[in-house]
């Protein structure tokens, strides 16, 4: 204790102990919640990215069974919007209407008459 004129001054180091913990707890705090924020956006990014590839290559499946019906006869030119869109194709029953398939046929004006624009639209 140090006495002074007007009041007696104690030097109790603990009440400074106290603030510096709080301090630790807070940064400590702060840096836990910018590593969970980080971890949700990645994982978001992730199951982003894992969708559009499951898309291009579901694009990719569809439009070689289309081209591939075409060539067997199964489907036939100019024949339009093909729905529903066959079971072999793994699409989420909880997004009706991911894929559409359109097949027109270009005809005149094409160097074979018999050409098909066939449209495959994938939402994702």
């Given at each position: 204790?140090?006495?002074?004129?007007?009041?007696t001054?104690?030097?109790?180091?603990?009440?400074?102990?106290?603030?510096?913990?709080?301090?630790?707890?807070?940064?400590?705090?702060?840096?836990?919640?910018?590593?969970?924020?980080?971890?949700?956006?990645?994982?978001?990014?992730?199951?982003?990215?894992?969708?559009?590839?499951?898309?291009?290559?579901?694009?990719?499946?569809?439009?070689?069974?289309?081209?591939?019906?075409?060539?067997?006869?199964?489907?036939?030119?100019?024949?339009?919007?093909?729905?529903p869109?066959?079971?072999?194709?793994?699409?989420?029953?909880?997004?009706?209407?991911?894929?559409?398939?359109?097949?027109?046929?270009?005809?005149?004006?094409?160097?074979?008459?018999?050409?098909?624009?066939?449209?495959?639209?994938?939402?994702?």
């Amino acid at each position: 204790m140090v006495n002074c004129k007007y009041k007696t001054i104690s030097l109790n180091n603990r009440g400074v102990a106290l603030y510096i913990t709080y301090m630790v707890l807070l940064v400590a705090s702060l840096l836990a919640a910018g590593v969970l924020r980080f971890i949700a956006s990645s994982t978001r990014l992730t199951q982003h990215k894992a969708g559009r590839i499951q898309s291009y290559y579901l694009a990719q499946a569809v439009t070689n069974w289309t081209l591939e019906q075409l060539r067997t006869g199964a489907l036939l030119p100019g024949q339009g919007a093909i729905n529903p869109i066959p079971p072999q194709f793994p699409i989420p029953p909880q997004r009706p209407g991911v894929v559409s398939i359109n097949i027109g046929n270009l005809g005149a004006g094409t160097p074979d008459p018999n050409t098909s624009a066939v449209n495959v639209v994938i939402r994702y």
